[in-house]
């Protein structure tokens, strides 16, 4: 046991160097958590023999839940929608095209039988979101036209498909009947889309509108769900990393008061999932049996990168009016890396008998897709001019916090406060203060030079650190189009619990009033 826990513990301390070296070098990380694992693996310096795909099927699938969940829920549905169309066609029919491409060409290059050559295709079909969004975020490429928010869209979600077609390759290799095929893809999406709307629609609800969970268990109470709708997914027939996904994107973007919490929380737990898969991938290989796997497996990546997944992203992108660079650069971003490992040890631990090793394969083909399409997509980004110097690809996920640097503090005038029956002009506020409002009971005032200030009134000061009631602070750039553009402020629509309360425009901020009027390329920063 005590063995056990010091090697654990060695295990995650270099994981953690080995990420600062991956900054360091600009080497993806998850390479480095790879070599990790083969150091301590049969053929490495450890020597620890493991070559147990059942038990790593497990842990890995349920790491994999985590960075499925995550996926979903640190996606802003806010920036992704315009482009929500195109994602979902590539992480749907790509993800068929592409494996169904790479199949054909395993099947006539590299003389699989039909059924092994369908289930390296279906394994393969999945673009990797753990490996997308970590060199998106690192290296700070900031893309034009939405292509940020397609790839992150499309690599979250695409998962339950190569899931699916999965399972459909280990069922025509048992030989099991066509009726029962149909059967399975039928139940795995409908019940997967209900299971995962439905546990959403329920945790959403104890979250918001209940007090069933206590303060600080909200991430305990999310796991538990997470888990709970994974495993009654999968005991229903339905396909789990759908529900799970779903769940995970209709949580995060509803309005939850402890998603500063979550967020972060789970940032670690799928940081650790990640290392977790990598590490056991590592452990799992074996070096000695590379050499003659290399030219099976560096002709497959030939095939997947370079024929199958520039064919699918060209033939369904193209007649939505994608640039041929855009066209380019996500096809070039079609990273394999954890779920294409995961799928490839589901094959394989349920004990079918192939001509080839799927497993070394996949792990292969994984290791050259992360470290030469990886390592060379900031190059590919510069090559193909896509760059976009004033975008932020941090904006494309839910935890991204606004940049506008507006912060407020409440200060309560108790009765014989020096400040009471005062104007705001005729008080002596902090150094570098401004008052922009006055809660009055249920009333909200923004503040003049002539607003009176009264015993029982919260002045909010814009000084730090005001965290208001339930509120959160968000930021809307107004472009051409916008319903608020050109709008006096006294004419919008604004729900009751909605309140502006600063216009940041070019250089200058405006606390703004009733009169005044939003120009396109403001941003407006309101509380709600």
Not at 64 to 93: D, E, H, Q, R
Not at 262 to 276: E, N, W
Not at 422 to 451: H, N, Q, S, W, Y
Request: aromatic share 10%.
């Amino acid at each position: 046991m005590t063995t056990g826990i010091l090697i654990v513990s060695i295990v995650l301390l270099l994981c953690v160097m080995a990420e600062k070296c991956s900054d360091k070098f600009g080497m993806p990380a998850l390479i480095l958590f790879m070599f990790i694992g083969m150091l301590f693996g049969s053929d490495g310096i450890a020597k620890i023999q493991f070559d147990n795909y059942k038990l790593t099927e497990e842990i890995c699938s349920i790491a994999l839940i985590f960075i499925m969940f995550y996926g979903g829920f640190n996606t802003k549905w806010k920036a992704a929608k315009p482009v929500v169309g195109k994602s979902i066609l590539l992480s749907t029919a790509g993800v068929v095209l592409t494996a169904g491409i790479t199949a054909v060409l395993c099947y006539f290059v590299l003389k699989f039988s039909f059924s092994e050559s369908f289930l390296i295709g279906a394994v393969l079909s999945a673009t990797d979101a753990a490996s997308v969004f970590a060199i998106l975020r690192k290296q700070k490429l900031n893309l034009k036209d939405g292509t940020a928010s397609i790839l992150e869209l499309e690599s979250g979600s695409n998962d339950p498909v190569a899931y699916l077609l999965t399972l459909v390759g280990i069922s025509l290799m048992k030989q099991d009947g066509t009726n029962t095929v149909w059967l399975l893809i039928l139940l795995q999406l409908v019940v997967g889309t209900l299971f995962g709307v439905g546990f959403a629609a329920v945790s959403i609800w104890l979250m918001r509108k209940t007090r069933l969970i206590s303060e600080g268990l909200e991430t305990i109470f999310l796991i538990s769900f997470i888990l709970l709708c994974y495993g009654v997914t999968k005991v229903a027939w339905g396909n789990p990393y759908l529900s799970v996904y779903l769940m995970g994107i209709l949580i995060g973007n509803s309005k939850i008061k402890s998603k500063q919490v979550l967020i972060p929380f789970f940032d670690g737990v799928t940081g650790l999932a990640q290392i977790l898969i990598f590490f056991l991938l590592g452990l799992l290989t074996f070096p000695h049996k590379m050499p003659q796997i290399i030219p099976t497996a560096l002709c497959v990546t030939v095939i997947l990168t370079l024929i199958a997944r520039p064919i699918a992203v060209f033939s369904l992108l193209k007649p939505f009016g994608c640039s041929t660079r855009q066209c380019l650069l996500i096809a070039w971003a079609g990273l394999r890396g954890a779920s294409s490992s995961v799928f490839a040890i589901m094959a394989v631990a349920s004990g079918m008998s192939m001509s080839y090793d799927l497993f070394h394969i996949v792990f292969l083909v994984s290791l050259f897709s992360v470290s030469v399409q990886g390592g060379a997509l900031p190059w590919m980004v510069q090559r193909l001019k896509m760059r976009d110097d004033n975008a932020d690809v941090r904006k494309t996920f839910n935890d991204y916090q606004d940049e506008t640097s507006f912060t407020m503090m409440r200060m309560y005038i108790p009765k014989g406060h020096n400040w009471e029956n005062k104007c705001i002009r005729e008080v002596t506020m902090p150094t570098g203060a401004l008052a922009l409002m006055i809660k009055r009971k249920d009333e909200t005032i923004i503040t003049k030079g002539d607003t009176k200030i009264l015993a029982g009134d919260s002045v909010i000061l814009s000084v730090p650190p005001y965290e208001p009631d339930g509120e959160e602070l968000q930021e809307e750039a107004i472009e051409k189009g916008h319903p608020w553009c050109n709008q006096v402020i006294s004419s919008l629509k604004l729900s009751t619990d909605e309140l502006i309360i600063m216009i940041v425009r070019g250089n200058t901020t405006i606390i703004p009033d009733g009169k005044t009027k939003i120009l396109e390329h403001d941003k407006v920063v309101f509380c709600r």
